[in-house]
């Protein structure tokens, strides 16, 4: 079992910045952040796996969006740089303890909310 708890969300104007954190109970495999805005499906905004080796970032975020992790801290960060009012989303984090990108442990899920 992970528990993970989330923490950075917020109200923000177009072009401000965020970062999200997320710490899990235990060493992940890999941690992601996913994210769901109202009459969407929940998509993977971006995930690193615990070496670091490996990050992938969707299309929409690239270039303003930054993963990272504190391997002594069990914590995932998500730099959200130039935001947009389509960011504006609840974002959740999850991760994978057996299998790589198997997210099968979540966050309670934060919003951020990105005003035009």
């Known amino acids: 079992q992970v528990q993970l708890v989330e923490s950075g969300g917020g109200l923000v104007q177009a072009g401000d910045s965020l970062r999200l954190s997320c710490a899990a109970s235990?060493?992940?495999?890999?941690m992601g952040w996913f994210r769901q805005a109202p009459g969407k499906e929940r998509e993977l905004v971006a995930d690193?796996?615990?070496?670091?080796?490996?990050?992938y970032y969707a299309d929409s975020v690239k270039g303003r969006f930054n993963i990272s992790r504190d391997s002594a801290k069990n914590t995932v960060y998500l730099q959200m740089d130039f935001l947009k009012p389509e960011d504006t989303a609840i974002y959740y984090c999850a991760a994978s303890l057996h299998y790589d990108r198997a997210y099968v442990y979540w966050g309670q899920g934060t919003q951020v909310t990105v005003s035009s």
């Open positions: 690193i796996n615990w070496s670091g080796r490996r990050r």
């Open positions: 235990t060493r992940p495999l890999g």
